[in-house]
């Protein structure tokens, strides 16, 4: 019986990982104040403080402003979705 690919033997999952591989992806970050950013994340650090460039800020579904490029304090960030790629 071959355990190495069991689901109980995988590796887990690393939050800051998967979102350094997702480096150039368009992203969601909904922050605890509710406000919600989407855009390209150029850059993340070990604090999961995130650079987006053309970001738009939603609250709700409604466009509240366009941004070329937002700087999202990582101690903010209530989550992070990643965009499906197409």
């Not at 406000?35 to 995130?50: A, C, T």
């Amino acid at each position: 019986m071959d355990l190495s690919s069991s689901p109980s033997s995988q590796q887990p999952k690393r939050p800051l990982s998967t979102l350094q591989r997702a480096v150039n992806r368009k992203v969601a970050v909904r922050l605890k104040s509710e406000i919600e950013y989407r855009g390209r994340m150029s850059n993340v650090d070990s604090y999961m403080n995130l650079i987006l460039v053309n970001a738009e800020e939603f609250d709700g579904a409604d466009v509240l402003a366009n941004y070329g490029k937002v700087v999202i304090r990582g101690n903010n960030v209530l989550f992070i979705k990643l965009e499906k790629e197409f």
